[in-house]
C-alpha cells in the first residue's frame, strides 16, 4: 500500500523539504525562443521564432544550445552565456537584459529544457523513458506512465539516481510512507531515473508457484498414463 502513516520504524520518517528547483548543468540542451522581434532581425532568428519547439524532439534538439562543460552557450548577437547553477527563469532574465532594445515591447524571452525526461526501470508494467511536460512532476505521476509497479514490487526500497553538479547519487526511499509528500522524494528533477526492484522471497509468489504447479500437473498425468500402461 502507498502512503500509509509513518512511524520510524517499519514506515519510515522523512525530513520536511522545500521543493528544490532544477539548475542547468552541463550537457544540457537550452531551447530558447524569442517572440516577436524587431523586423529587421526577424529572419535572423528564424529557427526560434518558427515555432519549431512544438514541432519534433529531433528539430528542437537541433535548434537547441548545448551547456558546455564550463557551463556555458553560445548565443547569437550576445556571445557566450554562463548558464550552469542557473534556473530557466534566470536564464530567462539575463536573455532579456541583453535583448532588451532587439524584442519589441511586449515581447517575451521563451527558455526550455529540452533534455527533461525521466526513465522508470524495472518491476513496472511499462519500463521506459518519459518526456516531462510539467514544471513539477511527482514520483507518482512519473509511477503511473510506466502503468504502476507490479504486485509483488518492493515498495519499501525504491531508488533513485539523480544528476548533480557533483556528478550522479544514488537514494533509496519508501514509497509507503506518507511523509514521502513532503520529501526530497516527492518531485521528480530532469533526468531522473526510478529503479523499482523486486521484493526478497519471491520464490513461491503467484507466478512461480502456478509453473510449479504446471509441471507438477504434467508430471502426474505422465506418470498416471504410465501406470495405466503397465497395468494393461
Given at each position: 500500500?502507498?502512503?500509509?502513516?509513518?512511524?520510524?520504524e517499519?514506515?519510515?520518517?522523512?525530513?520536511?523539504?522545500?521543493?528544490?528547483?532544477?539548475?542547468?548543468?552541463?550537457?544540457?540542451?537550452?531551447?530558447?525562443?524569442?517572440?516577436?522581434?524587431?523586423?529587421?532581425?526577424?529572419?535572423?532568428?528564424?529557427?526560434?521564432?518558427?515555432?519549431?519547439?512544438?514541432?519534433?524532439?529531433?528539430?528542437?534538439?537541433?535548434?537547441?544550445?548545448?551547456?558546455?562543460?564550463?557551463?556555458?552557450?553560445?548565443?547569437?548577437?550576445?556571445?557566450?552565456?554562463?548558464?550552469?547553477?542557473?534556473t530557466?527563469?534566470?536564464?530567462?532574465?539575463?536573455?532579456e537584459?541583453?535583448?532588451?532594445?532587439?524584442?519589441?515591447?511586449?515581447?517575451?524571452?521563451?527558455?526550455?529544457?529540452?533534455?527533461?525526461?525521466?526513465?522508470?526501470?524495472?518491476?513496472?508494467?511499462?519500463?521506459?523513458?518519459?518526456?516531462?511536460?510539467?514544471?513539477?512532476?511527482?514520483?507518482?505521476?512519473?509511477?503511473?506512465?510506466?502503468?504502476?509497479?507490479?504486485?509483488?514490487?518492493?515498495?519499501?526500497?525504491?531508488?533513485?539516481?539523480?544528476?548533480?553538479?557533483?556528478?550522479?547519487?544514488?537514494?533509496?526511499?519508501?514509497?509507503?510512507?506518507?511523509?514521502?509528500?513532503?520529501?526530497?522524494f516527492?518531485?521528480?528533477?530532469?533526468?531522473d531515473?526510478?529503479?523499482?526492484?523486486?521484493?526478497?522471497?519471491?520464490?513461491?509468489?503467484?507466478?512461480?508457484?502456478?509453473?510449479?504447479?504446471?509441471?507438477?500437473?504434467?508430471?502426474?498425468?505422465?506418470?498416471?498414463?504410465?501406470l495405466?500402461?503397465?497395468?494393461?
Amino acid at each position: 500500500m502507498y502512503l500509509q502513516p509513518a512511524d520510524g520504524e517499519i514506515i519510515p520518517n522523512y525530513a520536511k523539504e522545500v521543493a528544490a528547483v532544477y539548475r542547468v548543468q552541463p550537457g544540457d540542451e537550452l531551447f530558447i525562443k524569442l517572440a516577436p522581434l524587431d523586423a529587421d532581425l526577424n529572419d535572423y532568428f528564424k529557427s526560434e521564432v518558427s515555432g519549431a519547439y512544438f514541432s519534433t524532439e529531433t528539430s528542437v534538439s537541433l535548434s537547441s544550445f548545448l551547456v558546455d562543460e564550463k557551463g556555458f552557450i553560445s548565443y547569437p548577437l550576445i556571445g557566450m552565456i554562463h548558464v550552469g547553477g542557473k534556473t530557466t527563469s534566470e536564464i530567462k532574465d539575463i536573455i532579456e537584459a541583453s535583448f532588451k532594445n532587439i524584442v519589441i515591447e511586449g515581447g517575451s524571452v521563451f527558455v526550455k529544457l529540452v533534455n527533461n525526461y525521466v526513465s522508470v526501470l524495472g518491476d513496472v508494467k511499462m519500463p521506459g523513458r518519459f518526456v516531462i511536460y510539467k514544471e513539477r512532476l511527482s514520483v507518482f505521476h512519473a509511477i503511473a506512465m510506466a502503468g504502476d509497479l507490479l504486485p509483488f514490487a518492493s515498495r519499501s526500497s525504491v531508488k533513485i539516481v539523480r544528476q548533480t553538479p557533483d556528478g550522479p547519487v544514488v537514494k533509496t526511499f519508501d514509497l509507503r510512507s506518507d511523509e514521502i509528500l513532503g520529501s526530497e522524494f516527492y518531485y521528480i528533477q530532469p533526468n531522473d531515473v526510478i529503479y523499482v526492484g523486486k521484493m526478497k522471497g519471491q520464490f513461491f509468489r503467484f507466478e512461480s508457484l502456478t509453473n510449479i504447479m504446471t509441471v507438477l500437473s504434467g508430471s502426474l498425468s505422465i506418470f498416471l498414463i504410465a501406470l495405466t500402461i503397465n497395468k494393461n
